[in-house]
């Protein structure tokens, strides 16, 4: 979204990497990412269960579970997408894995899927935290207000 984007301002961008309805990560029912302890971020209930890179960068961290990665821009902002709450109890079941530690991705590649009704049937919230894990490197991070986003839409914004 051109209009978001010249809203947010300029510096490095960071795009949703689901489709869903992004929300304050006040909203998190989890205290480390509420009280932002992990980093600076937002949260999106996500609608679709495909997860795709905020960003150009490199994968730095894929958990075994599948339910979550990060990804390591070229600005070196280190990006956190954390599918669910818990979901790490559910041992990989429902998550599919498309990259690897270390492999170079583009914005809007594939990372992982998740089956969220079954992810929801099991119990689990599958609202999905994306963190800065470094914001403390950022002078100013500009979030996106909230509302519907599309996959790729810029949520974030960081400046030096």
Known sequence: ?????NLLGKGSTIGAPAAGELVSIREVNDDTFREEILGTGVAIRPTEGKFY????????????????????????????????????????RYFTIHVEEGQQVKKGDLLLEADLEKIRGEGYDT????????????????????????????IMTLGK
């Open 53 to 92: 890179a905020p960003a150009d960068g490199t994968v730095a961290t894929v958990f075994p579970t599948g339910h979550a990665a990060a990804v390591t821009t070229q600005e070196m902002a280190e990006v956190l997408i954390h599918i669910g709450l818990d979901t790490v109890k559910l041992n990989g």
């Open 1 to 5: 979204m051109k209009i978001l984007k």
């Open 127 to 154: 609202i999905t935290p994306v963190v800065i894990c470094n914001s403390d490197r950022f002078a100013k991070i500009t979030l996106a207000q909230n509302g519907p986003v599309a996959q790729g839409d810029v």
